[in-house]
């Protein structure tokens, strides 16, 4: 259905794009979740259908490659996000190596430190909320496009 939708999205309106992205993820329901691992399954398939659905917003993998790992400190959550060739590939498991990888205590850490308009990691660091490994200008990237994205499910942050 997504390498459907990609051929399709040419031809959309960007209004109708972003429609059927609000229609195909539920996210913008339940965006507000405590369970760690539900969160991150709707963030990355809505991330997935954003690039599938609207080429605006493929065009922030364009000619970007990065593995993005993230794990809650009691473990639940193990996850892979693979950028490479201009697609997203979801992991089940942290595979290494990873560019960079984020350990969150809990969503609202891990919501807090993506959805901050300011990105105060500094903040999330020092309070131990949010561990991270490998380069931090990869998390505004990923942030960048989460904030993006919850803009176009018309999510207030």
Known sequence: MQSFSGMISWLLPQ???????????????????????????????????????CPPFRRNIRGFDARYGFATADGKVQTTAVFQRGTMTVLDTVA???????????????????FSGNQDILNSLLTNDVSVSGNLNYIYKFGFMVRDLAYRLHIEL
């Open 96 to 114: 290494d190596p990873c560019t960079v990888k984020v350990t969150f205590s809990d969503v609202k850490a891990l919501r807090g430190f993506l």
């Open 15 to 53: 209004g109708v794009a972003n429609w059927l992205l609000r229609r195909f993820t539920a996210l913008g329901k339940d965006f507000y979740t405590d369970e760690p691992d539900l969160f991150m399954e709707l963030l990355l398939k809505g991330l997935s259908w954003a690039f599938s659905l």
